[in-house]
């Protein structure tokens, strides 16, 4: 099996001041929806794969974005859910708050876009054994948060640390973003069954339900293969991080919307400097991670969505 799902976390930039504790400016609010989306469209057919691209419930409610969703699914791609209100927070709430975020984005697009999603992925790919059970009661096939990657949770970390620090002497606002618990570091790198116990969710369970797509990291060091790495590295490196990705049976190469944003073309000059993707115009990140995309099919990947990566791991059992 040599699979490969590209995602895309449909983030809206209130998501991006929230976690470097900004406000947004009138006029930004949208700019995922209104000028990232039809790139990210366009980039897709350029490529001809299907994507999975997981939507949150609460940003349906603006014509563009329901527009958008309904467009993307009515093209091939899958929507999944990315809770209903994308609380950083999400973990730390009682288990009635946790099945309320994601049955109702389950019931939102739903509406939306007219079929249920069967995925999920957990804001800032924070994840439970709490929310998991609640995914197994609502009947998903698949969760895709788990991200053992320490090149990616060792900044976090000490970013929203900082932050803290600052906010507490006066000097700003804390980010609203969490940290993972340390131990899914060492979590499985390619699906598994979640062990279905408190405390275990990075641990395999028994080869049934529900299945774990975990975010992509590279064979050997676990470098983060993510839009923004992808991006950043450029077409050379884009190419060599998806060389260090040829081995796996599924290839996860998990995108935001922002990583086709452009600073200047889509007027967020003012996040630019707390997002270091957002130095690359939107032409340059689009033709990195197409590097990467031709470098896997390259070597025999065969670009699914994200569910039927799913699928194709739970018939294997």
Known sequence: MKLAAVSVDLDEIPCYAAIHGLDVPAG????????????????????????????????????????????????????????????????????????????????????????????????????????????????????????????????????????????ALGLGKASRSIVDDPRVLSAPASPYFPADRDGAYWSRGPREGLVEIPIGVTRGARLPFIGTSVALAGEAGARWLARQMVGREVVVLELHGIDLADAREDDLAWLAPHQPDLARTAEQKRRAIGAAIETLRAHGYRFVTTEEAARAVIERG
């Open 28 to 167: 930004s609010e949208h700019a995922i929806y209104e000028r990232a989306v039809p790139r990210l469209t366009s980039m897709f057919d350029d490529h001809a794969i299907p994507a999975t691209f997981f939507a949150i419930g609460a940003d349906l409610a603006h014509d563009v974005a329901a527009r958008a969703v309904r467009d993307l699914s009515a093209r091939g791609h899958e929507i999944a859910s990315h809770s209903q209100r994308h609380l950083y927070d999400l973990t730390r709430q009682d288990r009635a708050t946790i099945r309320r975020e994601v049955e109702e984005s389950l019931d939102t697009i739903e509406r939306v876009v007219g079929v249920r999603p069967v995925g999920f992925r957990a804001p800032g790919y924070t994840i439970t054994n709490d929310v998991l059970a609640v995914l197994r009661e609502l009947g998903l096939v698949y969760d895709s948060s788990v991200f053992p990657c320490p090149a990616y949770y060792l900044p976090k970390a000490t970013v929203i640390g900082a932050l803290s620090v600052k906010a």
